[in-house]
């Protein structure tokens, strides 16, 4: 198993630019999740989705968008850049064993926004 | 929010010594959580302990969670350079409030 993939790795933009971050996971989980980390902080949920079909916001989660069309995908859009995106953002999985239970991680996508 | 705080925020230790972190938080919880990440890159999931448990091991790892102070403790022993990493505490209501993290600890281990 790959476990949790993330694309792209780094990637820089510029302030009003849109992209999407990619994720996904072989491991049939329900649960996906996408987080920020900013430097010298702990990581802060933006997303969630308990299924295909179905996303809830996080803490944080102004200026970004997610779908979840299938098990195995849930991608994070970024309609508009700004420089206060710019971070790490991690992809996370987990089984449906119980409410918020061990999360696997993807690596990580570095953003910038200049 | 029930977010986690570690610490220390930094520890520097000598191999071969033991390593304790520890994690307070503000509300009740349905599960603590911790774990590793190494310099950029993602975290890895360590141990996770229900609020109905007091003390969990795992290889070289041993956990405690005390509900009534609100906090837990990570004791690495027997500390390895590849131990070194920021470590994160991770606290659960349960419900859609998700997982939240502390800031960590960033944990040295000098040879």
């Known amino acids: 198993n790959a476990g949790v993939t993330q694309t792209p790795k780094f990637q820089v933009l510029k302030t009003g630019q849109s992209m999407t971050l990619q994720c996904a996971q072989d491991m049939n989980h329900e649960y996906m999740s996408w987080y920020r980390q900013d430097p010298g902080m702990g990581l802060r949920l933006i997303h969630y989705s308990v299924g295909a079909g179905i996303t809830d916001q996080g803490e944080v989660p102004n200026g970004y968008n997610v779908s979840r069309s299938t098990t195995e995908d849930f991608p994070l859009r970024l309609l508009s850049a700004a420089p206060s995106q710019t971070s790490v953002y991690f992809c996370a999985s987990s089984a449906m064993t119980g409410a918020w239970d061990t999360q696997y991680f993807g690596p990580g996508t570095r953003l910038t926004v200049l | 929010s029930q977010q986690g705080e570690e610490d220390p925020q930094a520890l520097s230790i000598q191999e071969g010594e033991n390593a304790t972190m520890n994690c307070s938080y503000k509300?009740?919880?349905?599960?603590l959580q911790w774990y590793r990440q190494n310099s950029g890159r993602g975290l890895v999931h360590l141990i996770l302990?229900?609020?109905?448990?007091r003390e969990k091991h795992s290889g070289r790892l041993r956990v405690t969670l005390d509900t009534s102070k609100k906090s837990s403790s990570l004791l690495i022993t027997a500390s390895r350079a590849a131990d070194t990493a920021s470590y994160f505490c991770?606290?659960?209501?349960?419900?859609?409030?998700?997982?939240?993290f502390g800031k960590g600890t960033h944990l040295i281990i000098q040879p």
């Open positions: 302990i229900r609020s109905n448990e």
């Open positions: 991770a606290t659960t209501g349960g419900g859609a409030d998700g997982l939240t």
């Open positions: 509300t009740s919880i349905n599960n």
